[in-house]
Each structure stands twice: as structure tokens, then as C-alpha cells.
């Protein structure tokens, strides 16, 4: 007769196996601490932040618009995740991060590195025709079970140079090609300030799977990413993205939770997806 606790260790093991297959992903512009904003101020909502993520559980949450204030306020009050990222000023802890936080208990950091995305895109710079400093920060991760390697790219596009939001696809693109020799998954988010039917998007589009193309389930929420803290707004204006490679999409959502005052928690919803390999 098998021993009836070595089998239930096993089922357990292998439940464990293929539960680690699947990865949740998150992008989330928080929106920067403005001292001057009365209506939306950050610490009216930084807890609401921590609630969500610690609903939802995402092993990656690529973030935009983070002060280093913001970063370690969510730092100290989420669970089990640490960040990888660097201020876009001074490639350290001045003006916004575009960071990585990632759940520790899960995944450990092999490597990690801020770019800019400029033509200069090792030095602290602004690129082409964008009116402030942009920056994609990436990481590669093994997954503490499986062992199994992915990298995750997480950006922040210019809101005005239409030629820096072109080139910015560029060089990401490239970027990842000349990091992913071992042709690991990918996924890549951020906020990109574009349109699905502008050009930028539509080359990322044919390099990339975009997540809420291909979900095996159907796609959830609202239409749109940004809201404008308005909670009134129709939300169908979509510039957050989750784009992946190499990897099965299984959800794709766009949360519109909000703070018991029906006020959103951000000017932008996140975007979650569930996605596994392939």
C-alpha cells in the first residue's frame, strides 16, 4: 500500500508546479505625488494602492509616475515584494521611477538595469523630440519553483514628442533582442501614451503579442485605460499596455475598483493579466 502522506506531499508538489506556471502581471501609473493636487492627493489614495495590489496579488507590477516617496511608502506597507528602477533625473532616487516591484516568496532577480530612451540611451538624457526624460527600466527573474526565466520591461513613454514615443518602440525592441539571446518570455508594459491606432503601437503590435488580443478569456472593463479622476468620465481612451512574447495570455483586465467614495485610486485604471508559457 502507497504511503498515503508521501502521495498527498506529491499532489501538493505538483499543484505547486503548475500553479507556478502561471504569472500575474500588473501596469500601473499611480499617478506622482503633486503637493499641489488638493482634489487627488496622494495620500488621500496611497492606501487604496496597496489595498488593490494586495487584492490582486500580481508577481510583477511595472509602475509609472513613482516619486522615490511613493516607492518606499509601498515598499514598507505591501507584502512580499521588493523593486528594481532608478530615478529618471539622475539615475538614482531624483524624479520619477518607472520600477519593477516583484514578489519575492516567488521570483528571484538575476540582473536589472535602467535605460533612457534617448539616442544616448546609457546616460542620463533626453531623447529626440520628448519634453522630459523617459526611461524603460527591465529585469530577468527565476521563478523559485521551476526555475524558469523571464524578463520583464517596464516604460513610460513621452506624452508629447510624437517622433520619442516612435523611436522609443524602437529601441525597446531592439533592446530586447539584444538581451534575450536565450529567447526567455518577455512581457513588456507601461503607460505609452498612445492609441491603438497610432503607429508606434501598431509596430509593437507585430514584434509582440498585445495581451488583450489574445486572451483566452474574454476581455474585461472598460475600454479605455485613462480617466482623468473623473469618475463620471466614459473610460475609453486606452494607452497602458500589456504586450508579451513566448508566453499563453489567459486574462486581460482593465480594473476600474475604486475608494468607497466612488473617486478612482488613479488617474489611469491598471492592467492585469494572468499569463503562463507556452
Not at 525592441?173 to 492609441?195: C, H, Q, R, W, Y
Not at 488613479?266 to 492592467?271: A, E
Request: with cysteine.
Amino acid at each position: 500500500m502507497k504511503n498515503p502522506v508521501i502521495t498527498f506531499l506529491f499532489v501538493l508538489l505538483f499543484i505547486n508546479i503548475l500553479t507556478a506556471q502561471d504569472v500575474d502581471v500588473m501596469s500601473y501609473n499611480i499617478k506622482y505625488d503633486n503637493v499641489n493636487d488638493t482634489v487627488n492627493n496622494w495620500n488621500g489614495r496611497k492606501q487604496a494602492v496597496v489595498d488593490l495590489i494586495n487584492h490582486y496579488e500580481p508577481e510583477f507590477i511595472g509602475m509609472q509616475e513613482v516619486l522615490y516617496g511613493q516607492l518606499k511608502y509601498l515598499i514598507d506597507n505591501l507584502i512580499n515584494y521588493k523593486y528594481i528602477g532608478a530615478g529618471r533625473d539622475d539615475g538614482k532616487l531624483k524624479g520619477e521611477f518607472s520600477p519593477i516591484l516583484y514578489d519575492v516568496s516567488k521570483y528571484e532577480l538575476l540582473k536589472s538595469k535602467t535605460f533612457w530612451l534617448s539616442e544616448t540611451s546609457d546616460k542620463i538624457s533626453i531623447g529626440w523630440d520628448a519634453v522630459i526624460a523617459r526611461i524603460c527600466t527591465y529585469g530577468l527573474f527565476k521563478n523559485r519553483i521551476t526555475k524558469q526565466k523571464l524578463y520583464i520591461f517596464n516604460t513610460h513613454f513621452d506624452h508629447i514628442g510624437k517622433i520619442a514615443r516612435e523611436k522609443s518602440a524602437i529601441l525597446i525592441a531592439k533592446k530586447i533582442s539584444e538581451l534575450n539571446t536565450d529567447n526567455f518570455p518577455v512581457v513588456l508594459m507601461g503607460d505609452l501614451n498612445l492609441t491603438p491606432d497610432e503607429t508606434p503601437i501598431q509596430y509593437l503590435q507585430r514584434v509582440y503579442s498585445d495581451g488583450q488580443a489574445i486572451t483566452e478569456r474574454p476581455f474585461y472593463g472598460p475600454k479605455g485605460t485613462f480617466n482623468g479622476f473623473d469618475p463620471n468620465m466614459d473610460v475609453d481612451k486606452r494607452i497602458d499596455y500589456i504586450f508579451t512574447k513566448n508566453l499563453n495570455v489567459k486574462s486581460y483586465i482593465h480594473i476600474d475598483d475604486r475608494m468607497e467614495n466612488n473617486k478612482h485610486i488613479s488617474d489611469h485604471l491598471p492592467v492585469f493579466s494572468r499569463v503562463s508559457r507556452l
